[in-house]
């Protein structure tokens, strides 16, 4: 069995305000090493913070961060971090809030996670894992319309079908499935990248990235994002099957439905009280009661709501 807190990641987010160097040294605040300014490629005009231990936090240019000067648009790209590493991604992100970097509409955040524990067979249960559930999902974190136009395109239907009439094993087999025809030799900014679920990221950099999120510099909202992505990629790892068809939204038990979602994927328990905190603050409804909090005479047994969600669950 894959432990969520097992898996490696990776996180940017895309900040305004500050330059590039001021991010850098907030970030060189927290971790101690060098700053050294790159400068190359020159579209990306790099800063680099290199710890002693030789990890790597880059600080580059967005040119998607319109609202702002190009001189003020600053993407934060950490080395590859393991779960132990979530406190100081915490204070990464405490002091480039405190150095005067904001997100705005604009900005986004990407979180990465490992691909090479992934098969063809799990990396289509993580599609549709996440197709089953975006639609609470989306809600959940509060994907703008615009960005689910463009950079965070919901996962295609198409490609589901495809992934069901085909039950592949291999990651060739999915490669296949998701550019429609053997690609193995990927670039960067192919289109298929701006999925909310970026599959193309699994042959280009070995990593499968959620673009789902919101840019934000709070860091426990951080945190959350990073348990939450990481519980999906362990529940896909550890399961034999998933279904792809989808939960029928209601806005009425959303909140209800979200958690009975986050506590099957391991996020029960004081570890993440937090995170679930963060993830269910944006939902409709009652997070105890699927039809409502119920006036206290007409009070259900306990027992059958908790059996009530597992069933729905499955």
Not at 92 to 98: E, I, N, S, Y
Request: hydrophobic share 40%; aromatic share 8%; net charge positive.
């Amino acid at each position: 069995m894959t432990d969520l807190r097992n898996l490696k990641l990776g996180v940017e987010i895309e900040t305004i305000d500050k330059t590039r160097e001021a991010a850098a040294k907030a970030i060189q605040s927290v971790v101690g090493g060098e700053v050294s300014h790159v400068a190359s490629p020159s579209c990306y005009d790099p800063w680099e913070v290199k710890e002693a231990n030789g990890r790597i936090w880059k600080v580059v240019a967005d040119a998607s961060l319109t609202s702002v000067a190009s001189n003020l648009r600053a993407e934060i790209v950490s080395p590859v971090l393991n779960y132990e590493d979530l406190a100081t991604l915490q204070e990464v992100v405490r002091a480039l809030r405190k150095c005067g970097l904001r997100v705005d509409e604009h900005c986004g955040m990407h979180i990465h996670v490992d691909a090479s524990a992934f098969t063809g067979k799990t990396l289509a249960n993580l599609a549709k894992i996440m197709f089953k559930q975006e639609p609470l999902i989306l809600m959940a974190l509060g994907v703008s319309e615009s960005r689910l136009q463009q950079y965070t395109k919901p996962i295609s239907d198409e490609f589901i079908a495809k992934l069901e009439r085909s039950r592949p094993k291999t990651l060739e087999e999915v490669n296949r499935l998701w550019y429609g025809h053997l690609n193995t030799c990927p670039t960067h900014y192919h289109s298929s990248r701006y999925s909310c679920l970026n599959l193309h990221n699994v042959w280009y950099r070995g990593t499968v990235e959620f673009r789902m999120f919101e840019a934000t510099l709070h860091a426990g909202k951080v945190k959350a994002a990073v348990q939450f992505v990481l519980a999906i990629a362990a529940k896909a790892l550890n399961s034999r099957a998933a279904s792809s068809r989808k939960r029928q939204f209601d806005p009425n038990c959303a909140k209800y439905d979200f958690r009975v979602f986050l506590i099957h994927l391991g996020l029960n328990g004081d570890e993440f009280k937090t995170a679930r905190t963060h993830l269910l603050n944006a939902m409709p409804g009652d997070a105890a009661f699927k039809r409502g909090r119920p006036k206290p005479k007409n009070q259900p047994d306990e027992s059958r709501e908790l059996a009530e969600a597992t069933n729905e669950a499955h």
